[in-house]
């Protein structure tokens, strides 16, 4: 029986014999191993940092100055100001922040104008479940929704921005890499029309950041998530990117830090872990995606070589470097992960926050139609610690569990 260090770190395979004992592990896209720079940055702190980053004594200042550099270097990073920086716990989190801590106002302001029209809130149709439940909480309050329809090209369908301006206040979010095809949405084209029809814009960029390039520079949007678990950080970190005097009501309430829109104590060790992964994946952009588009690619290739008659989601147009969807047909939705877990390899059926559903999921539905429920989907997810033996080896693992699941 492995330790649980071992099943929880993605090693390369050696050869021999041993190679077809060692669990591989194909789920980064849910959750990356530690990077060791990023272990080393954040140790130091763990036992010698324990000071309330708002307390004035020295203590407190050296924690402060810790929590402000991560700040500086997060920005650096994203190409944005330090001001606009808010550290968060995550991903969800920091999604929730952006929509609900939006629309309050607005909702403030409808509320007490008699005869205006209800804040107006779009989204994309394969949105996150953190985006597509703070939109239907959202919903619940009061607002009124408009879903964006996408294709599987990626292609997604906007109105008219004329006749959006003409709606009165309104927030739009749309991902940037889909969580389970790795579709990739034209951010820029959706940046434009938010400027155009006069509608902040959020983007979850949970999957694209460190994965695709982007500077903030250049993308006129309002609001951005990102979260540190999907870089090789640590779990529970994340940011929002605050900007253009986007007016915010926190979500929490006893304190004003984080310029008052997310209230506690920071964690700065997270922080830390979080800038650093950041600075990395930023930093080795270009040669990682390349790797890991080759190694998705074999892994792809191999598999369906293998096991004709695969559909491949999100095929039909750009994706992410870093996710494959395979669609297995002839087998229940929930076989596969399991199956796969007892051959040593860690996969998943879509996101994590999906685990144990059998129900089909949003996005393939919203992609495909009612043709997603007759396939069982499959995401394989390589991350900064895969290696080309892995992928050949998890390769001939999948192909022998499904042959099996065939032929049974």
Known sequence: MKSDSELHTSRPLRRGSSEQDQPIYLDHAAATPLRPEVREAMEPL?????????????????????????????AAALGTAPSTVKFVRGGTESVNLAILGTIEPALAEAGGSSGSRPPLLFRSAIEHAAVRESVAEAEGRGCEVRILPVS???????????EVARLGPALASVQWVNQETGTVLPLEKVAEWSLGAGVPLH???????????????????????VSAHKLGGPKGAGALVIRDGTR???????????????????DVVAAVGFARALEISVGSLDREAERLGRLRDRLERTIVQRLPGLRIHGAEGPRAPHIVNLGVPGLPRDLLPGALDLAGVGVSAGSACRSGSVEVSPVLRALYGNEAARIAPLRLSVGWSTTEAEVDEAARRIGDVVTRAWDA
């Open 203 to 225: 983007v979850d960029a949970v999957q694209g950041v460190g994965k695709l390039p982007l500077d903030l520079r250049r993308v006129p949007l309002s609001l951005l998530s």
């Open 248 to 266: 915010l009501h926190p979500r929490l309430f006893g304190g004003g830090q984080e310029g008052g829109v997310r209230p506690g104590t920071e």
């Open 46 to 74: 763990v036992s010698g940092l324990f000071g309330n980053p708002s307390s004035v004594h020295q203590w407190g200042r050296a924690a402060r100055r810790h929590l402000e550099e991560a700040r500086e270097r997060t």
């Open 152 to 162: 599987p090209t990626g292609e997604i369908t906007l109105p008219d921005p004329r």
